[in-house]
């Protein structure tokens, strides 16, 4: 679906100096990410060949407002999502923790929504996701509807760890990392894709028994074989003997570091193994000059998870969601509204292992 209309639509003009470019082939674009303040891993062009490689139901639009000399000034990518159970829709960015239009002022911002708005005419798909995260201020709020249901949770770091520890709650951080350290557990990193299965499987379970779908093994699989190969990504196991009982898959780009998947096996939580990888991922982005770290996002209605984050002294901040059209009529979609998350949960807490797999893989094949 996508490549025949991706060439077809390089030749269309958006307006005002709006043109689409592949990220695959331009080579400017990764500089430019890595330039722009707002840049993140979700914006690299190995982002999109993870997308093309895993979801046929998507295709990436890369919307580029550029100089007379073809440098990139600012830029937004946008996936146009089809499917007959969540609807069309352009999102951007699929699947990203955290992501922002790569904008600098607000006039850049509304040329690129009136060329998002000319692109959704053209691929007659009416709705529009524009996610955020240091950039709302820059998103014309009476254009869009705003959903702020997604929280941020950060710490700034230093290079003295210990002065970053004081800041954790005292028993559900500080003492759980001492009891950590008394408890013979061990940290490796995985470079084999048996450590990534390992890692799989416990993450696996622990969507399991929060009413979640797991992400699909070939996604998780190929964020990490892309990244890890460019030095961006890495995976930490804690083990316990021989046996591993928890693990973080982490991203490491422009003076931060962000968990994007974690995993522990509840019948170890006495001995609190993934504080004690949280605390030495901690204490390794201190001793190496990284400026921040990041526990990605969480739905606001995630008590206990939201509490998790907030108990490392935590900054918070909303990551807004910028709804086109601008009707609170509209019915969100289906995966965010109550009945059909509760009977997700069900299913996932239900199905068996195997079950489990392909319902993770269908659920992936309609969300964005």
């Not at 096996?265 to 949280?278: E, K, R, T, V, Y």
Request: aromatic share 10%; with cysteine.
């Amino acid at each position: 679906m996508a490549t025949g209309v991706f060439r077809e639509l390089l030749e269309t003009d958006l307006g005002k100096g709006v043109s689409l470019i592949d990220p695959l082939r331009n080579h400017r674009w990764d500089r430019f990410v890595h330039a722009h303040p707002y840049g993140w891993i979700t914006h690299l062009s190995g982002w999109k060949r993870v997308l093309d490689k895993n979801f046929q139901h998507m295709c990436g639009y890369y919307l580029a407002l550029t100089t007379p000399g073809g440098a990139i000034k600012a830029a937004l990518p946008i996936y146009a999502v089809r499917s007959w159970l969540t609807g069309r829709r352009l999102v951007s960015i699929p699947f990203a923790t955290l992501c922002d239009p790569l904008v600098s002022e607000s006039s850049e911002m509304e040329i690129l929504c009136d060329a998002v708005l000319r692109l959704a005419e053209q691929l007659e798909i009416p709705r529009i996701e524009i996610r955020t995260a240091q950039a709302p201020h820059l998103l014309d709020r009476e254009r869009f509807r705003t959903d702020c249901g997604h929280k941020h949770h950060f710490i700034r770091l230093s290079r003295d760890p210990e002065e970053v520890r004081m800041r954790f709650h005292r028993s559900c951080v500080r003492q759980r990392i001492l009891r950590a350290e008394n408890s013979g557990l061990s940290i490796i990193r995985g470079w084999r894709e048996a450590d990534l299965m390992d890692f799989y499987l416990l993450h696996r379970v622990m969507r399991r028994k929060r009413g979640l779908p797991p992400q699909p093994y070939p996604l998780v699989k190929s964020l990490w074989q892309t990244f890890s190969g460019q030095g961006l990504a890495e995976l930490l196991l804690c083990r316990k003997g021989a046996e591993t009982v928890a693990g973080v898959l982490l991203f490491t780009y422009k003076g931060r570091v962000s968990i994007e998947y974690s995993a522990m096996d509840a019948n170890h939580i006495d001995c609190s193994p993934l504080h004690f990888l949280l605390w030495n991922v901690i204490k390794d982005a201190c001793r190496a000059g990284y400026q921040r770290f990041d526990f990605g996002q969480t739905k606001e209605q995630n008590k206990s998870l939201m509490d998790f984050k907030s108990h490392w002294g935590t900054e918070i901040l909303d990551l807004p969601h910028f709804l086109y059209p601008n009707d609170p009529a509209l019915p969100s979609p289906l995966y965010n509204r109550s009945l059909a998350r509760k009977a997700l949960h069900y299913l996932c807490n239900k199905a068996p292992d195997t079950a489990l797999s392909y319902l993770g893989e269908f659920c992936y094949r309609h969300m964005g």
